[in-house]
């Protein structure tokens, strides 16, 4: 049974940083992508960045490029999510996701039916 297990979310002030973890089960890391999601009250799922694990290329949705970063740490089978200069429009639930399929279209990573499994969420909240 692969489980992905989000952490570090919680309430920060505008401009602040967090850094999200998503522990893996062993079975979790043969997945060939990772990536990080986030949906807040009344929209739609969005993709903020994708992990490619065969040669750790890293990909980001524009709105968080440049502020965000991924980073994969095999040994420990967790997958962070480094998150600086947070505004109010940040807020939302973060979820870690991955992918069984090894893929090379780009396009793809971005897209949420492209993950087969998905964490629980964890709260990101950034005040005023």
């Known amino acids: 049974q692969v489980q992905l297990v989000e952490s570090g979310g919680g309430l920060v002030q505008a401009g602040g940083s967090l850094r999200l973890s998503c522990a893996a089960s062993?079975?979790?890391?043969?997945?060939?992508?990772l990536a990080w999601f986030r949906q807040a009250p009344g929209k739609e799922r969005e993709f903020l960045s994708a992990?490619?694990?065969?040669?750790?290329?890293?990909y980001y949705a524009d709105s968080v490029k440049g502020r965000f970063t991924i980073s994969g740490d095999n040994a420990k089978n967790i997958v962070y999510l480094q998150m600086h200069s947070l505004q109010p429009e940040d807020t939302a639930i973060y979820y870690c996701?991955?992918?069984?399929?090894?893929?090379?279209?780009?396009?793809?990573?971005?897209?949420?039916?492209?993950?087969?499994?998905w964490g629980q969420g964890t709260q990101v909240t950034v005040s005023s």
């Open positions: 996701a991955a992918s069984s399929t090894l893929s090379i279209v780009v396009a793809n990573y971005y897209r949420k039916a492209f993950y087969d499994h």
């Open positions: 062993e079975r979790s890391f043969s997945m060939y992508h």
């Open positions: 992990l490619r694990r065969v040669d750790s290329s890293t």
